[in-house]
């Protein structure tokens, strides 16, 4: 349905053109050209609290970087968050859409309440939850006594802090995967299911063979993004634990973000920046693959 | 019979083990705020109480959490309108010229991590005496508020049927005519999801407002990590904190839960 | 005509408007009770001088990343700040960021507060407020328990341990790696032991390894559950709540402890006792908090200079210490008024620490941030370990490297 004869004045000719450009202004000024001087300051040794001016050191800084113990892993740590958040979450999504597919009473109730997760603030969520797990007072532990099993340090410590603060984030994210699954769900079309049940499947054989093919577009999308966003949480685990104990929850991002904006060591933080800039266009290259791939 | 309302009893109880932990911590947090510092590091947890209202007075009077509140706001309403004057045409001609590329192009500023423009903003604002002023608050919050108006609005001009605007532009109307006089007022739904979402992740935001703000510009999310950073922890009055921060967003998404949810939906996830 | 008379009025207008234009300075103040206190008096300064003085109030970690931001992009309008004098000095002096104060009355301040605001024979900040370490216990539960307080790290383990209990902590102190470094200073100095000497990272000796086991398995054994999460602000709460018998910290909190709308534990079961002693001796910290200095860029340093005087005052370390801000001139802990108001425990350690103590709780580096992270490392690793862990010796050598190549960065090691 694209217009092909573009006429009239040179407004109306070049409309294409100057409708989105001051959109594009300000993308490419706000965030190309800030990409681009991370760029150029990775290749910099510029610290703001040495005193002396930036020199080019060309990959000093990345050899710098890649060097650090504590780069590699809060490198691994971003990865292992991110999966056992995105994974409990496809789960979790996928049961709570199941059930949900269906007419009953209260059902748009059920969507209203899943969604304020969404909405809520992370940075107050997060804190709500650090009241849960506060090991002396908290909620959390209170239960785990009450069934008779020990005190949990949580956050408190480095063995419990990556699974709770996913815990954090797998409430709030399940119920968007879940929404956008019931969407997908209920645009499919009956009749597979109908020949399906003619011909004597099981529930779990219809699912496996019709459901999960037909619901996978937009499960993957879904999951996509859902991953880079994972990738980049930087609220709960700032707010929460500001990366520790120790380092025991510093991903990427808070790393980089420490490295700017406490240790003001720009000429590195950039290298790092770099690094979780590449990951995120990795995935987000994936995207636009799978969206022309599966036409979606 | 029988069967029939055990069924409808277990499928109530499966939605109720749905529906109650994703509500719990809203309620806990609710009643926390009016707890006093007594009642809250009680152990076992209280769940009967007198509540008090100290909390919350604690937090409009002492801690100025209306500024905040006023700060929020205009930064969340200065980005959306803005981003709404960019984004319309932008997404319109998006959905009309079929500029995939564009799209893209957009989107990715969605995903990318914040931070990677934020140092080098930090730079420049810094340079340019722009810290902590709201210009600068605006234009970095416009960066979340924008790509969800375009991504939201480009597919919402899609399904608006090409034929209303040809029918105008038949009788002589210009194509920027049409798309004002035409397309724009039929398309108050999309508007409506766009902005709610774009407004919510703007009021959301904690990174860009923590470092390009101070005193003077500070926003609610910065206020209340402040808040548990600075003075010692009186969860109390930081659960008042979290449910006046919260408010807002959860009564913008009862009154326009149709659109949000389709919003959502639609892959304009968190900003 | 009309037009003449108009451009008469205006030149008029103008001329009376940049005459009467207001003197004007920039200070940032910390969100610190003494900050506090400065912002409610800067009124009266106003009233007094016809100075308008603009205030702006930032938390802490805040005030050092706008400061620095702004000295080092050159964009910096402010006059006079707050400045944390072991977090900054070193940087802020290295970089020229301060101006020298010489012709500032320093006779009143002690010594070594002193050495800390000098920079080869000049002073370039004026000290504020002082904190030391000190042992806060529950007057309550030791006589219940029928114990004295201790003196010793001896009898602080024992008294820890018979003070323990399911319901309450026998000990606290801090256990979030960095956050703990200063509280952990004044052990590790009782044994024998430092963070920096000459110039070079040294926390890895036997003394300071023995301090930092010793820390961490008090803490493991006797402290309340995720401490290796907590700084002051989530122990407090506790110890307010009256879950914790014993707590190591600076001296500065006593008056939220006692602070009857967030306390349940009466004033009166609130002790102060001197830090205890170790195996070589009993040397806490006693520092300067804060203090306050002129900007090196500033256009109005006689203005800046005359607003430091007064913000400085005797009479306003006076109001400090009314408000339980301990500060940092003798004068204030002479006043009579003042000694009879302030709780006599601090008045004892104080003196104790003053005598005794030493000016630092911390490497006193530029890069002092990511030292106290690395730092705080080899503490969680001791916490989580009792103590005992096989691999702290290894572990503390690591991060005593990487403090030294943080000192070569900077061009300041092996310089002191």
Known sequence: ?296 | MRAALIRKILFFLVILAIVVPVLFPFLWMLTSSFKTQVDIVAWPPRLVFSPTLQNYERVFREQNFLKYFTNSSIIGISAVSLSLLMGLPAAYSIARYKQKRLSMFILIARLMPGISFLMPWYIIFSRLKLMDSYIALILSHMLITLPIIVWIMSSYFETIPIEMEESAMVDGATRQRAFLSVVLPIAGPGIVTSVTLAFIFSWNNFMFSQVLSMERTRTLPIAIYNFVSYAEVDWGAVMAAAVAIMAPAIILTMIFQKYVVKGLTMGAVKG | ?416
């Open chain 1, 1 to 296: 349905m694209a217009i092909k004869r573009p006429k009239g004045s040179f407004l109306e000719k070049n409309l294409h053109i100057i409708f989105p450009l001051p959109a594009v202004v300000f993308v490419i000024v706000m965030m190309l050209f800030p990409v681009l001087y991370t760029l150029f300051l990775s290749f910099t040794n510029w610290n703001l609290t040495s005193g002396m001016p930036l020199s080019i050191v060309f990959l000093k800084s990345y050899q710098k970087v890649l060097r650090e113990p504590r780069f590699i892993a809060a490198l691994g740590r971003t990865f292992s968050f991110t999966a056992l958040a995105v994974a409990v979450e496809t789960i979790l999504g996928m049961i709570v859409a199941l059930i949900l597919n269906r007419e009953f009473r209260g059902k748009g109730f059920t969507k209203l309440i899943m969604l304020l997760p969404l909405v809520s603030t992370p940075v107050a969520i997060g804190i709500v939850f650090n009241l849960f797990y506060d090991p002396t007072i908290g909620l959390a532990n209170f239960v785990l006594t009450r069934f008779g099993l020990p005190r949990q340090a949580w956050t408190g410590s480095a063995a419990t802090v990556i699974p709770s603060l996913a815990i954090v984030d797998i409430w709030q994210w399940t119920p968007m995967i879940a929404l956008i699954l019931l969407s997908g769900l209920a645009s499919l079309s009956s009749e597979p299911y109908e020949s399906a049940r003619v011909d004597g499947a099981s529930e779990w054989q219809i699912f496996w063979r019709i459901t999960l093919p037909m619901v996978t577009p937009t499960l993957l999308t879904a999951l996509i993004l859902r991953t880079i966003d994972a990738l980049k949480t930087f609220d709960i685990i700032y707010a929460m634990t500001g990366g520790g104990p120790g380092y025991a929850s510093e991903t990427l991002n808070v790393m980089a973000f420490k490295y700017s904006f406490e240790y003001f060591r720009m000429g590195q933080a950039s290298v790092i920046l770099v690094f979780l800039f590449m990951l995120v266009l990795f995935m987000s290259l994936l995207i636009v693959r799978m969206r022309k791939s599966l036409e979606l």
């Open chain 3, 1 to 416: 005509m009309k037009s003449k008379l108009m451009l008469v009025i205006l030149v008029v207008l103008t001329v009376l408007s940049v005459g009467a234009q207001q003197k004007e300075i920039r200070v940032l103040l910390a969100n610190h009770p003494y900050g506090d206190l400065l912002k409610a008096a800067i009124p009266e300064y106003e009233k007094a001088t016809g100075v308008k003085v603009n205030v702006e109030s930032l938390q802490e970690s805040q005030l050092t990343t706008k400061l620095t931001t702004e000295f080092a992009t050159r964009s910096s309008t402010v006059d006079v700040f707050m400045t944390r004098p072991l977090q900054e000095a070193k940087m802020f002096y290295k970089n020229g960021w301060y101006e020298p104060l010489t012709d500032y009355d320093f006779s009143d301040y002690p010594k070594n507060a002193l050495d800390v605001a000098t920079f080869g024979n000049k002073a370039y900040l004026v000290p504020l407020v002082t904190e030391w370490e000190v042992l806060y216990y529950r007057v309550d539960l030791f006589k219940k328990a029928g114990l004295s307080v201790p003196t010793n790290f001896t009898e602080l383990e024992m008294a820890a341990k018979k003070l323990n209990s399911a319901d309450i902590a026998g000990f606290a102190s801090r256990g979030k790696g960095a956050a703990a470094v200063t509280q952990l200073s004044s052990y590790v100095y009782n044994y024998g032991g430092t963070y920096l000497d000459k110039g070079k990272a040294v926390f890895n000796s036997k003394e300071a390894l023995d301090a930092i086991r010793f820390y961490g398995k008090m803490l493991a054994n006797y402290g309340p559950a995720g401490i290796t999460n907590m700084s002051w602000e989530n122990i407090m709460p506790l110890f307010q709540a009256g879950k914790v018998a014993m707590w190591t910290d600076a001296s500065v909190f006593y008056g939220q402890i006692v602070d009857p709308t967030k306390s349940q534990i009466p004033a009166e079961n609130v002790g102060i006792a001197n830090f205890p002693a170790g195996p070589k001796g009993n040397t806490p910290y006693i520092v300067v908090s804060w203090g306050m200095a002129i900007a090196k860029q500033s256009k109005n340093k006689a203005l800046a200079a005359d607003f430091i005087k007064w913000a400085t005052s005797k009479e306003l370390a006076k109001r400090g210490m009314l408000a339980n801000i301990t500060m940092a001139r003798n004068s204030a802990w002479k006043d009579s008024e003042v000694r009879a108001k302030i709780h006599p425990g601090l008045i004892a350690t104080q003196e104790y620490a003053a005598k005794n103590g030493i000016p630092y709780d911390r490497p006193y580096m530029s890069a002092v941030g990511e030292a106290r992270d690395l730092i705080g490392e080899v503490i969680i690793e001791s916490i989580n370990t009792g103590g005992s862990s096989a691999k702290l010796e290894s572990l503390a050598r690591d991060k005593v490297a990487a403090v030294n190549s943080l000192l070569e960065d900077t061009g300041e090691y092996g310089v002191y």
